[in-house]
């Protein structure tokens, strides 16, 4: 079915924008899928010719399916078909849907209405299991059974959340990389349903699933983020987030009651999945301004898994390990939220990330100037040096060696300089009396560290204009002819914008650009090589392309940085060519993207 949604310009958090785009898009259909699921558990159940019937394992078939287009879209589907054939296979496949519900429908008639009294009951459990075992709710009608499911979901749900969160941004800034921690939570769930043995609540899976949560938690973060290499602290996080997903989805399995309360049943799961993403993704990002949800989920799943441990214990001991785990959230508050590190001058969060401004002493000979650098999670995002006569130095990617310096040193008279993607500002140490610098910005927060704590754009010689939005949303309101120079600087963290480096969005970079004008790109990235996507553009607009890698003075905050730049003339090729010999003509590899398609395989090189 498919489905256009725009918006107005009208002030909607980002949040909020999301929220309405997706309830406009696939609300209806996702609605669709999600309430004809158990609709069809319970006529399996209902039906007479298989009364022992488990209707529970469609779930985790339905799991299973959802694992499989989660991993088959990105290697079947999308490196095969545009946007618009997607489209028609989406609306293809509720036709399928559609005719299949409906021949189920028929098949059920046919059972005759008697069949409801058949319903599938759950055996029951064994009064004498270990103590590690949660009550089983089975025909309880109390909310204390309602509200257990709805916790049980929410857990791992919240979970899924903050650890995809944690690798994404704190261990390796990899493209793709949510893909893992969503396919373990799914997995949880075809095992857990699939198997039902796996969710006996035994002294062996307690011990097996409970340890590496703990591990998570008694490792001093320090030692871990400095003695393991970034493979193994995927492996270790991983491991955390599957066994939350068993434990928690194991005794919801558990707790599965007869056919007659199923609706009941995945109605409790899906409030508790909504909680949990909620509070995870939309309130805490909101109230906190470090990823201390992390640790807060993390520790009340360990107290949780480790709390039917002491269900016979003294009341004593009961007390005092609630009173342990107050403690520890108490501190794991005040170390993440209110206590900031040596060095660390601010901490400030949004939708689009966590932030650390940290200031960092010369300290030879690893660091030879002292430094304010600007961090997101494991990715820099800019900075400033100070030179031995206080004044400040461009660096990281921009520094005085760097592809983007000698273009703009060829380009000394441009009148107007657009940049999409702020970071510091560091481009505007480059700037000239009599300059406009605009910088489209989508993050206002970024914004605000930039102008409060940062002196870079309150010295430079040009006039610098800050841009909140979407960049390419922000240049079509541009006219014609506008910049002298373009600059792309938003692709070196591993969430690429891959709206920015398309055909289209090129098309409208070139209608903005003066005829002798230059479009330059960075593409410093360790994962993603974006070089053959913007050869396979030049190719088919007929633009010039070069490109530059610089090398790397760590201690000297110049980092390795890779520019592209486009042109249609052949004088200003020539005049940046004689300025400085060191533009390469790329290898002939195109990876062509356009609005209607893109892929981040077939550009990736995982080599970090």
């Known amino acids: 079915i498919p489905v256009t949604v725009r918006f107005l310009d009208v002030p909607f958090t980002p949040t909020a924008k999301i929220l309405l785009i997706l309830l406009g898009s696939i609300g209806l259909p996702y609605l669709v899928l999600a309430t004809t699921g158990p609709l069809l558990q319970y006529w399996v159940s209902a039906d007479p010719r298989r009364p022992a019937a488990n209707p529970y394992v469609l779930f985790g078939v339905s799991n299973a399916g959802s694992l499989a287009g989660l991993l088959l879209f990105p290697v079947l589907f999308e490196p095969n078909l545009p946007n618009p054939a997607q489209m028609k296979f989406w609306a293809g496949g509720f036709y399928v849907y559609a005719i299949l519900m409906g021949l189920c429908m028929l098949v059920y008639l046919k059972g005759g209405k008697s069949a409801a009294v058949s319903a599938w009951t759950p055996p029951t459990v064994a009064m004498s299991e270990p103590i590690t075992a949660e009550p089983v709710g089975r025909e309880t009608t109390t909310w204390n059974g309602r509200l257990r499911w709805v916790l049980l979901s929410a857990i791992p749900t919240a979970s899924l959340i903050v650890f995809t969160h944690y690798l994404t941004m704190d261990i390796a800034n990899l493209p793709l990389l949510w893909v893992v921690p969503l396919s373990l939570y799914l997995l949880s769930f075809v095992l857990c349903f699939f198997f039902s043995g796996l969710s006996r609540p035994t002294g062996l899976r307690s011990v097996v699933l409970i340890l590496p949560v703990i591990w998570m938690l008694v490792v001093p973060r320090i030692q871990f983020e400095v003695s393991l290499s970034y493979q193994w602290k995927i492996v270790f996080a991983c491991?955390?987030?599957?066994?939350?997903?068993?434990?928690?989805?194991?005794?919801?399995?558990?707790?599965?009651?007869?056919?007659?309360?199923?609706?009941?049943?995945?109605?409790?799961?899906?409030?508790?999945?909504?909680?949990?993403?909620?509070?995870?993704?939309i309130f805490a990002p909101v109230v906190f301004r470090s990823n201390v949800e992390f640790y807060l989920v993390l520790v009340g799943a360990a107290a949780l898994m480790v709390r039917p441990l002491f269900r016979q214990s003294g009341r004593r001991l009961r007390l005092t390990l609630s009173a342990t785990l107050v403690l520890i959230l108490v501190l794991v508050y005040y170390n993440e939220e209110i206590h900031h590190k040596p060095g660390v001058l601010l901490k400030a969060r949004s939708f689009y990330g966590t932030y650390t401004v940290i200031e960092k002493p010369a300290k030879p000979p690893e660091t030879l100037l002292d430094a304010r650098i600007l961090q997101q999670g494991n990715t820099i995002h800019g900075g400033q040096v100070w030179s031995d006569d206080r004044g400040l130095l461009p660096v990281t990617y921009y520094h005085e060696r760097t592809g983007i310096a000698s273009a703009l040193r060829q380009f000394e008279t441009a009148k107007r300089i657009a940049v999409v993607g702020l970071g510091t500002g560091v481009v505007a140490l480059y700037g000239r009396a009599g300059q406009q610098i605009d910088f489209y910005e989508i993050d206002p927060a970024v914004v605000r560290i930039a102008k409060n704590e940062f002196e870079i754009l309150s010295t430079t010689a040009a006039d610098v204009r800050c841009i909140v939005g979407d960049g390419r949303l922000g240049l079509q309101k541009v006219p014609d002819d506008f910049y002298d120079v373009i600059i792309l600087d938003a692709f070196i963290s591993g969430s690429i914008p891959t709206h920015l480096v398309t055909e289209e969005a090129v098309r409208l970079y070139l209608r903005i650009l003066a005829p002798e004008g230059v479009l330059i790109f960075n593409i410093s990235n360790n994962n993603v090589n974006l070089l053959p996507v913007l050869n396979c553009i030049a190719e088919k607009l007929q633009l010039s392309i070069r490109y530059q890698v610089s090398a790397q003075q760590e201690a000297l905050y110049r980092f390795s940085a890779s520019w592209a730049i486009l042109t249609r003339s052949a004088r200003t090729l020539a005049r940046l060519e004689d300025g400085d010999p060191h533009w390469l003509v790329p290898t002939p590899a195109t990876v062509c993207w356009s609005d209607d398609f893109t892929h981040l395989w077939t550009v990736l090189h995982l080599d970090r």
């Open 239 to 281: 491991t955390a987030l599957f066994a939350v997903c068993m434990y928690f989805h194991g005794n919801l399995e558990r707790a599965k009651p007869p056919a007659t309360r199923l609706t009941e049943y995945y109605l409790s799961i899906s409030l508790g999945g909504c909680m949990g993403s909620v509070l995870a993704a």
